[in-house]
């Protein structure tokens, strides 16, 4: 049996909200009514307001990264459900500072449909709204007319930083969306699990493993993967994430990238960056630069073991931006 720091499921994120906003009570603010966090101190007016939001459950995203050099808001919805049109709206209402909102949303069917609600509805009132749309999960990556498409991951992490930077320099909100869109299709992420997850206030997980198997290509809210592995040692498992993910986005000589090795919320930071070390290893031997690097958890799976590499394509633009300073809950450079 699992055992959670846990009240009533039904108020987790409710609670958490409160916690986390009087914890960083200096960087952002829980708007209680329209149900979004955004900064504490409101951008200038004439910059572009920088929104992103999904299901809770995969803390620190996306309220974590609302802050200098990231995010205006970002709207939480229940666990691993969409947040309401209602919320997208209000929020996109409060970042507005003239300058138009760009809406920065992972490739899922509920987060599209109630964002562009949202948007329509701002756009009524003369609020310019553009949407960058991230879908980077390689496990998903098939032609199918039934299928979404690519499900939207760990990649959101750099548009979210890549673009709040450029929209802190004053760029436009076109620039911002081509910016989104660039470094969205530049970008392939692939995710494993060594055990699955459970949600607030169950003891059973979300699917069953073997003691000597692995779910590869996992989703983030506990969706089953794309096939069922063996269990083997580090070097191995990354291997097996980093090489279809550098093959899809044909890495070679010369190339630049940034490394996202991302804990999905039961993985410690020690296994993550021998999991790290051995990716870095296989660019190396791709001649691939690994320019730049985040290890830890960044986009969870509530209590999942396991963990993601994402890769994305820099060039000296985007890595300006990166480096550029942020001051945010989860991201501070």
Same mark, same amino acid.
């Given at each position: ?6 009240? $009533? ?15 960083? /009570? ?13 900064? @504490?101190?409101?951008?200038? /007016? *004439? ?15 996306? %309220?974590?990264?609302?802050?200098? %050099? ?20 209000? =929020? ?26 949202? @948007? ?18 390689? =496990?998903?990556?098939?032609?199918? $007319? ?30 911002? =969306? ?12 692939? =995710? ?7 949600? !607030? ?23 089953? *993967?794309?096939?069922?592995? !063996? ?15 550098? $093959? ?16 999905? %919320? ?18 190396? /031997?791709?001649?691939?630069?690994? @320019?730049?690097?985040?290890?830890? !958890? ?6 999942? @073991? ?18 550029? &300073?942020?001051?945010? &809950?989860?991201?501070?450079?």
């Amino acid at each position: 049996m699992r055992r959670q720091f846990v009240n $009533d499921p039904h108020d987790v994120v409710r609670e958490a909200l409160e916690g986390f906003a009087r914890a960083n /009570a200096h960087l952002v603010r829980w708007d209680r009514e329209g149900n979004f966090v955004a900064r @504490a101190q409101p951008a200038a /007016a *004439g910059k572009v307001g920088l929104l992103a939001g999904g299901g809770s459950g995969h803390e620190p995203l996306h %309220g974590g990264f609302v802050g200098i %050099g990231m995010l205006d808001a970002a709207v939480p919805g229940a666990i691993f459900s969409s947040p309401t049109a209602a919320q997208f709206e209000a =929020a996109t209402r409060a970042v507005d500072g003239g300058a138009g909102v760009l809406h920065i949303l992972k490739n899922y069917t509920g987060d599209k449909l109630n964002a562009g609600i949202a @948007a329509e509805i701002a756009a009524e009132d003369g609020i310019a709204i553009e949407r960058v749309l991230v879908d980077d999960d390689l =496990a998903t990556d098939f032609e199918d $007319d039934r299928s979404p498409g690519r499900r939207g991951t760990a990649a959101v992490i750099a548009v979210e930083k890549l673009c709040g930077a450029a929209a802190e320099r004053g760029a436009s909100l076109a620039d911002l =969306a081509a910016l989104g869109r660039r470094v969205a299709e530049g970008s392939r992420s692939l =995710a494993l699990a060594l055990s699955p997850l459970a949600h !607030p206030g169950e003891s059973r997980p979300s699917f069953e493993l073997g003691d000597d198997e692995i779910e590869f290509g996992v989703g983030i809210h506990g969706e089953r *993967g794309i096939d069922r592995r !063996p269990f083997a040692p580090a070097d191995e498992l990354a291997r097996q994430l980093v090489e279809p993910v550098a $093959d899809a986005l044909e890495l070679g000589e010369g190339d630049q990238v940034a490394v996202i090795v991302n804990g999905l %919320g039961a993985t410690t930071n020690l296994e993550l960056q021998v999991v790290f070390a051995e990716v870095a290893r296989r660019l190396d /031997a791709r001649g691939v630069q690994t @320019a730049r690097a985040l290890v830890g !958890p960044y986009l969870t799976a509530l209590d999942m @073991a396991g963990c993601s590499v994402t890769l994305v394509r820099m060039d000296a633009e985007t890595l300006a931006l990166w480096d550029a &300073p942020v001051r945010t &809950p989860a991201l501070t450079w």
